[in-house]
């Protein structure tokens, strides 16, 4: 079965700096990987995905999300954090056979920038 | 004209008794999902239809059932609440047949079990 791990619970980082949120996948055949972030007592929002192509994807908000098949992750990046990113990411990817996708989602990371 | 709208917002109800989430979506989506989120913050499917049609149904009891009258609404009963059934529950609607398609959530209905 498809698997997504983010290792950190928690990445903290100073305003201006860049960002990494980590995610490692586990897959058969071809992956389909998003990110989607979270705010406080919000739902869920899409940043961004890989579906093919170019392994720079880029995404909303200034994030971009690098694809590495030898070292099967999609690390979440952004060259300059503010304040606002502060938030929890979750790395998903889709699972099941065609006429029943879902999507797995990992156990997400909380991100704080620090003023 | 909220893409994918939930209600109630939030939900607070004795153990034993019975309760129903609404989940409508005006994006034009064939599919939707109930998400459970724990307190833990850990994200898993429940549910998925496609078109009216149940096509994913995980390890749920069967105390939850999920009804769908229609491609833009999915609705959420459970029976019998339980202590351990308190959670965020998500609403999400997408396209199935566009490959790696994202997913819309909804704002979430947080329910606790007294």
């Known amino acids: 079965a498809q698997s997504v791990a983010q290792p950190e619970d928690q990445v903290n980082v100073a305003e201006g700096n860049p960002l990494t949120v980590k995610c490692t996948y586990s897959v058969s055949g071809n992956p389909y990987l998003f990110w989607y972030v979270q705010y406080p007592n919000r739902g869920l929002q899409f940043l961004l995905k890989?579906?093919?192509?170019?392994?720079l994807v880029k995404g909303s908000y200034g994030f971009e999300a690098e694809f590495n098949k030898s070292q099967t992750s999609f690390h979440l990046k952004k060259p300059s954090a503010l304040v606002s990113d502060s938030a929890l990411y979750f790395c998903a990817v889709r699972d099941g056979p065609s006429g029943t996708y879902k999507y797995i989602f990992g156990t997400g990371t909380r991100l704080k920038v620090l003023a | 004209d909220t893409a994918v709208s939930q209600t109630p917002k939030y939900l607070v109800t004795q153990m034993g008794n019975d309760k129903s989430i609404k989940c409508e979506q005006n994006?034009?989506?064939?599919?939707m999902y109930w998400y459970k989120q724990d307190s833990k913050k850990f994200l898993k499917i429940m549910f998925s239809y496609n078109n009216k049609e149940l096509i994913i149904n995980e390890t749920v009891p069967n105390r939850f059932s999920p009804k769908s009258p229609d491609k833009a609404h999915l609705n959420l009963h459970i029976n019998s609440l339980e202590l351990g059934d308190s959670a965020v529950y998500f609403c999400?609607?997408?396209?199935?047949?566009?490959?790696?398609?994202?997913?819309?959530f909804g704002p979430g209905t947080r329910l606790t079990v007294l």
């Open positions: 994006l034009g989506h064939d599919t």
């Open positions: 999400a609607s997408g396209l199935l047949g566009v490959a790696g398609n994202e997913q819309f």
């Open positions: 890989y579906i093919t192509g170019d392994n």
